[in-house]
């Protein structure tokens, strides 16, 4: 099965930096997209930042600037780097996947990681 590891979350305090990785494993034949997503407390899940096989990206308009999304292929990981934390940006943050797995390379399958707490308090 395919897996997707998150590792980094943690407790910062506002203005401070956390990186957060996700090494995507299992039956891969290539990824499209990888990102991260995040839910706060009492909001829906929003979509935090995306990369394509092509290092296209996608942010959401209240991390532009702040936070930067990398990937390293070799690795099938995905990177967040999250710069300037502010209370508001406390949420569990999910690892997304859009992939091909060997047995199946014709079609697209979206896999999701566990997620990841990050707390932004003083």
């Known amino acids: 099965q395919v897996q997707l590891v998150e590792s980094g979350g943690g407790l910062v305090q506002p203005g401070g930096s956390l990186r957060l990785s996700c090494a995507a494993s299992?039956?891969?034949?290539?990824?499209?997209?990888m990102g991260w997503y995040r839910q706060a407390p009492g909001n829906e899940r929003e979509l935090v930042a995306t990369?394509?096989?092509?290092?296209?990206?996608d942010y959401a308009d209240s991390v532009k600037g702040r936070f930067t999304i990398s990937r390293d292929s070799a690795k099938n990981t995905v990177y967040l780097q999250m710069n300037s934390l502010n209370p508001e940006d406390t949420a569990v943050y999910y690892c997304?996947?859009?992939?091909?797995?060997?047995?199946?390379?014709?079609?697209?399958?979206?896999?999701w990681g566990k997620g990841t707490l990050v707390t932004v308090s003083s």
């Open positions: 997304n996947a859009r992939l091909r797995v060997i047995e199946m390379i014709a079609a697209y399958t979206v896999y």
């Open positions: 990369i394509t096989s092509g290092g296209s990206r």
């Open positions: 299992g039956n891969i034949f290539s990824i499209n997209t």
